[in-house]
């Protein structure tokens, strides 16, 4: 069984930095893309960051490009989100998923597991 | 970036009925297109990608057609599981990007 399960979120003050993690279980965790994606409270979802199974593809949506850097250890089957200059409109449910692919496409993901979200809460 | 559309916002339909959402793509995304459900305080669920094909698990009563810049989901008789927000999603390029969401209710 597909298991994918955040941790890490919280509530932080504008400005300062915060690390999620997220422990991966049930399936090749080293032959996967993974991925962010964070849905503000009562607000529809938004594709965060990913990463291929071998690092050397990175994505950052532009709202978060600089600031955020998404990471991953293949011998812990971990995914990391490193948030930094944290802004109010970062608040939000943050879940891991994995990166679904069809068969002969390249880096073109839809999302076929998702974790239960981790909650980031930037306010003063 | 690429702006996915969804119609209606809302919709309201009795237990048996057919219901169709639609998703538009600001630009052709051929079918690169997959579509999520999600229960209120839920975790979103694959139910379809490459716009027809239906994920491991899914009810048969969903099905997904379209190519190009216009896609549907149909839910062929409404049960009162499907209340739900629907939304679509394109993976044809970077970054990925969803829909707003529809918001399916049980009369």
């Known amino acids: 069984e597909v298991q994918l399960v955040e941790s890490g979120g919280g509530l932080v003050q504008p400005g300062r930095s915060l690390r999620l993690s997220c422990a991966a279980s049930?399936?090749?965790?080293?032959?996967?893309?993974m991925h962010w994606v964070r849905q503000p409270p009562g607000k529809g979802l938004e594709w965060v960051s990913g990463l291929t199974w071998n690092s050397v593809g990175v994505g950052y949506a532009a709202s978060v490009r600089g600031r955020f850097t998404i990471s991953r250890d293949n011998a812990k089957n971990s995914l990391y989100l490193q948030m930094d200059s944290l802004r109010p409109d970062d608040t939000a449910l943050y879940y891991c998923?994995?990166?679904?692919?069809?068969?002969?496409?390249?880096?073109?993901?839809?999302?076929?597991?998702w974790g239960q979200g981790t909650l980031v809460t930037v306010s003063s | 970036d690429i702006q996915m559309t969804q119609s209606p916002f809302t919709l309201s339909a009795s237990v048996g009925d057919r219901v169709t959402i639609t998703c538009r793509a600001s630009?052709?995304?051929?079918?690169?297109l997959a579509w999520y459900q999600q229960k209120p305080g839920k975790v979103p669920n694959l139910l379809i990608y490459q716009a027809s094909i239906l994920h491991t698990g899914v009810p048969s009563r969903f099905s997904g057609s379209g190519s190009g810049t216009e896609f549907t989901l149909t839910i062929s008789s409404l049960q009162p599981e499907d209340s739900a927000t629907y939304y679509c999603q394109q993976y044809n390029s970077y970054p990925e990007t969803f829909g707003q969401g529809t918001k399916v209710e049980i009369k």
């Open positions: 998923a994995r990166g679904g692919r069809y068969p002969g496409s390249g880096n073109q993901y839809y999302f076929d597991f």
């Open positions: 630009q052709s995304i051929n079918n690169w």
């Open positions: 049930g399936f090749t965790f080293d032959g996967s893309a």
